[in-house]
Structure formats: C-alpha cells, structure tokens
C-alpha cells in the first residue's frame, strides 16, 4: 500500500480532491487515535470508491469537559500507519486554527430535541459540536461531481442519526454509509478511549457487553426484557458507573416504555447504553 499524502490545509485538500477528480469519493471523519473499528470504516470506503479521504481532527466544540479534550489520546504517526495499511489516499489533519480559523462558530447547527436524549443530557452541547464540525468537513470534502459518501460507526448511534437527519433536513449531497461495530474477542466495542482504560478497567468494563448479551437474549426469546437485571449486573462493577441502559426505538430513539418489562418482548429495538470506567466514557449499543 503507498503512503496517503497529508494535508493540513483546506486549500490543499480541495486542490487534492480537484485533481484526483475521482468518480466516487469516500469520506471518513476520524478524531484519530485510529484502531480496527476504524479500519472497517476505511475498508468499506475503500471497496466503495476510487478515492479514499479521511480526517484526523479532536474537535474541541463536541467535548463539554476540558479535560476530556486535553487527554483524548493524539497518536498521528501511528494513524498514519492504519491509514497507510487500510489504502486510504487523503488524510486531511488540519490545526484548530485551520478549521476554526474565525474563532468558535456564531452560528450553529441546533440537533433539537435529539440532540438532548442520552449522550445530550451527559454531555450538553456535545451534539452541536459535532454536527459543527462534521458539517464543515461534509463541505471540505465534497468532490462536487461524482458519487460522495461519508462513513460512521453504528457505535454512535445517536450521533449516526443526527447526521442523518442533518444530510436529510438540510439537503446535503452525500450519502451515508453506517459501518458495524467492531469488538474485541470478549465483546468490548472498540473506542479510541478503550487506550485510556488500564487492564483491569478493560476487564471490569466488560459488563457493558454482558447486560447487552442478558437483554438481546431475552429479545430473541420473546421475553419479557426485565432491564432491572442488567441495571444490577453493573451494581455488581464498582468501578463502572452506569449512566444509562435503555431499550429504543430504532427510527425515533424514544423509549420503549412498552413491553420492556413484564410482557414479552415483540417489534423491533435498541439497546443504548453508556457507563463510566476510572473517569473514562464508554458507550455501546445493539439493535434488537
Ligand atoms: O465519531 C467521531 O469520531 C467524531 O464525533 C466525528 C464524527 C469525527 C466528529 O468529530
């Protein structure tokens, strides 16, 4: 596989993208700190298109916490490497300054009442930051002609689904492509936060995975999914802290507060959870 080319710049990339003129680009937006759920997203980029961009940028408008940002891991030589042996050809890593460069934006994208379930009630305003950024890289990347795809994990559901909605509402000219969760051998999703865990932090972490496993057995029984049980398999972890474990609904992301419980399970849902490991986020998620 040959080295991607980097570009710091907004100018470079376009002039990049100009002159591959490609007749299908796929775009995959990464805050770096790259590992194999990454990887799927490059892979699938890769067998979809004839030119592969990605970005490595921490925006800092989606941390609601300074210290999150300050130690979210920046490991660029190494996601060159994954970039390198995944066959991207782009990777745009541009500076705060580059992006922002008039300061935080004044206007921004409102993700509504969405935005404010969930990951939006623990982090306020993370959402926002996000859409922000992502639409700014929508636009960056945009080859102007030709088929344009962008990529995401399924592991942020909720923010897939902003995104969607945001493409949707607002008419952008791409289309999104929604990537499988990658886990380790004992089920752990893969995260670029999963290097800030210790073993032992891994280790206990993984009763994310067992409450999901407990509740999408009962799901695929038809049973009554009884949620008390796996909220007790994680009082059961004193170095994880539960947030939420909640069952959705796949299209609207509100609770099923039907047949969670005591009558048996039908229809379709989704598993959202979100847990905290030694001051750590984690979230997972599984449709059932
Ligand atoms: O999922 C992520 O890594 C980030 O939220 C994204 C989409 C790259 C925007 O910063």
Known sequence: MKTPKVITTRADLKSAIRE?????????????ALHSGHGQ????ARAENELVVISVFVNELQ???????????RTLQADLE??????VDLVFAPEP??????????IRLDTGELGSLYEGASRPGHFDGMLAVVSKLLHLADPGRGDYRAYFGQKDAQQLMLIRRMVA???????????PIVRTENGLAL????????????ASALVIHRAIELIAGRAARNEPLHLDDAVGLFQMEPDVELDYFVVVDPDTLQE???????????GEGLILVAAVVGGVRLIDNQPI
């Open 20 to 32: 591959a003129n490609p007749a299908s680009l796929g775009f995959v937006p990464t805050m770096g």
């Open 41 to 44: 997203l490059f892979a699938q």
């Open 63 to 73: 941390f609601n916490d300074v210290e999150d940002y300050r130690r979210y891991p």
């Open 82 to 87: 994954v970039a390198r042996a995944a066959g």
């Open 97 to 106: 300054e580059e992006i922002y460069h008039a300061g935080k934006p004044l």
């Open 169 to 179: 509402d607002l008419d952008y000219p791409v289309q999104i492509r929604a990537v």
């Open 191 to 202: 995260s670029s936060r999963n290097a800030l865990l210790s073993d032992e932090q891994q």
């Open 256 to 266: 099923l507060a039907f047949n969670c419980q005591d009558t048996p399970f039908t």
